[in-house]
């Protein structure tokens, strides 16, 4: 037999709150353990190591759970993106605009106000991740090739559900924005960006279909370069010419030195005609 003990490693948002530590004796042959506050994994020959959570909190379970640095917990995704590559990160609450079979190999979260939203990256899709999912992210601070800040080898729990959130419309000049802080600390914006920077968040715009390539569209709204729209994942494709209302995740795309506007809709739904008056 052996024993285990619940260790506190992350708060939800920027305050403290008080949790009674108990001990269990569990049979460390080998299988899962769970009880009505905790479930355990263990190994034979290796202590049990796990998760307990809720709404409100997220414990390590274990006798001993490896070499885990303590994770810097930030009190927004804004600042989380204002620390440098590599800085080890806990953020909770925070709320799912994507699903788990919207992309492969990543999953984007988003404050409530719709202030912010930070690219997740995963090995595998994250069961039960649906759009509106409240989780709990622990992982290593990262920015993608195209100056994307992410967080990398996560740790992601789902803890309760929302209101999928409403994209922030915007005409195409907005869309990317421009540079937040001083990148590499803090989030690059677009080449020519107006306005505020919105790179990982959930947005919608509309424009005419100038050019169609593989996996790709070009819109524009006659007010500043085209967008780039990708189609990867979509089984409806526009024709040039035709004009769409677009919703999707912004990102970056960067062909050369420059970093362009880019949105990644996450399934036909959106993607839909735009009436003209």
Partial sequence: MICAVLMLTA???????????D?????????LVTGGSYKLNSSIG?????FVSNTSYLHWIGFWAGDLPEPVVPDSIAAAKMLPDNTYVSISGRIATTSATDFTGFFYVEEENRSNGMRVAVPAAVSGLARG?????????????????????????IVGSHDPLTPLGMPNRSVGGGDWGIPPLGQYGVLGGVGLNNVGLLIQTWGKVTEKGAGYLLITDGSGDAVLVSTAGLSTIPHVNDYISVIGISTLYKPASDRLRHILPRSNPDVTDYPIP
């Avoid at 290796?46 to 796990?50: E, F, I, P, Y």
């Avoid at 290593?140 to 992410?150: A, I, S």
């Fill in 46 to 50: 290796q202590s049990a190591a796990g």
């Fill in 23 to 31: 001990w269990y004796s569990i049979n460390s042959g080998g299988g």
């Fill in 133 to 157: 999912s409240v989780v709990n992210v622990i992982g290593t601070l990262g920015t993608t090739p195209e100056g994307e800040r992410c967080l990398t080898g996560p740790i992601v729990i």
């Fill in 11 to 21: 708060c939800v948002g920027s305050f403290a709150r008080d949790y009674k530590i």
